[in-house]
């Protein structure tokens, strides 16, 4: 990818290549003729042409492999294409095809996109990622230590094609990573196609050196970029983020993003049962990153709220493999979970393991909340006990892909005679009940947090600015004007939603004392982020060679400068 690339090199360059658009002039200067058919396409044509090709494959799978080869040879044709069909391509490029295409990553591979470091090279770190370009070149990075090996770099680039796509980061600035540490998946070892190391995963104080390297050589080489962990396994992200948030900007989107998703579709359910945050009584179904991100989002709100910490702590109950999280086995959980055992006396009358029935009869939560990846967890009989109790019990089934749900939108309102308010981790069909069908809301971690954060240059990512995208967010609920629609906005909508979380965020940095761009004031910012959001548009001829722009602005060339 290189200004005044030629010929073959520019129909190659992914960002600056225009296919059948670029006009006869462009095909003359840049050494396309013969390289090109005669007709010449708009950007309009081109995205008609590539639905006709989209629609005509038969699966998943393949349409996702379909459109990230676009994304190989021509990103601006890519983004627009995903912009005139956002709500049907979303779950092709995203969740739940996404998790597929990682399975199948080394199958299906034709041609490495992205940043690939491993475990072996540690001392080669620096360089590789040197390639990606000088200081200010990069504003974003996604990193993942991928637990299913190097097809994890799939989950980094999908991530940035999000923030592109819904908060218009500029796809040019940023570098998805995978960093191969190995993989524990047997499947992935005895598969003799698999591209990653071949080996179980490194852990501890090796483990350790190489993120240290990792992101030590991206402060040095990219000091304003903002790094975003991505998919880190329940013992390290927390930890991780813990080590560097107070050495660059950096945030867990699976801990903090789900966060404030999770808090955003919350906020709405609450106003619509016509309670506050701090009456809730909330079960978390799976305590591990997602699980206790969520717990930790939410206190942070009671807190900020003026509960003190251990008010706000009684009313979780968060629930792992061996049951409820007790006291009694403290020394057995995680440092994200100990926070939120409770006392053993509370359930002295309990022989073993307490289930989610158990909890779920004597708790009589108001919110449920599933990030276990155990499908059908929330049972019928669990889902009525629930409904039994509570007026509008709040039931959120998170794990993603679609195959791993605790329960499926249109049986938890079936089960619950039409009074549960739902959002899941994936897209859904409308649940229908009594004759009226009901949107159900995707609560996915995918924000404008990132977008803030670069555009505000913060120096750090505190949890405050996170909040800050969560209010914003909620204040959006379709539920606030009406409460039989849905808990969130509709992704369709996701762009505004976006910039408008962007703004917030930015505004909360200044706030801070973090943000260190120069930033307009309150009524000139939704402006200022619009003029630096990506847009996917073809470059005029002096983006693409300014050499031979100039020279045709003279009058050099016999042609115009803009196309
Ligand atoms: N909707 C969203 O925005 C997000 C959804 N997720 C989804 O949430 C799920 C969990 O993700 P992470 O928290 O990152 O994974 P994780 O591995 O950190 O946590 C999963 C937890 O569930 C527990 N668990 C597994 N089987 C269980 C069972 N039968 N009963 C009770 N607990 C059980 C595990 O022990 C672990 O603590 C995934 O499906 C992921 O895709 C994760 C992040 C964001
Ligand atoms: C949404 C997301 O980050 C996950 O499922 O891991
Ligand atoms: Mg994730």
Redesign the pocket.
Known sequence: MRIGDKGKALLNSPFFNKGTAFSHDERRIFKLEGLLPAGVSTLDTQSKRAYEQFQSIPTPLLKNSFLLSMHDQNEVLFYRLLYDHLKEMMPIIYTPTEGEAIQHYSRQFRRPEGCFLNIDEPEKVEDELRAWGDRDDIDYIIVTDSEEGVGGIGISIAKLVLMTLCAGLHPNRTIPVVLDVGTNNEDLLKDDLYLGLRRTRVEGERYDLFIDTFVNAVKKLFPRAVLHF??FGLNNGRRLLANYRTKLPCFN??LQGTGAVTQAAITAAVWVTKSKLTDQRIVIFGAGTAGTGIADHLHYSMTEDGKSEEDARSLFWLIDKPGLLLKSRRDKLTEGQKPYARPDEEWKEMKGEISLLDVVKKVKPTILIGCSTKPGAFTKEIVEEMARNVERPIIFPLSNPTSLHEAQPQDLKTWSKGKALIAAGSPFPPAEYNGKTYDISQANNALGIGLGAVLSRTSRLPQSLIDAAAKALAQLSPALNDPDQALLPDIKDIRHVSTYIAVAVISKAVEEGCATAKVPNENKLLEWVHAQQFKPEYRELKKINPEIAGKAEKGELGMKASH
């Open positions: 991505e998919d989107d699976d």
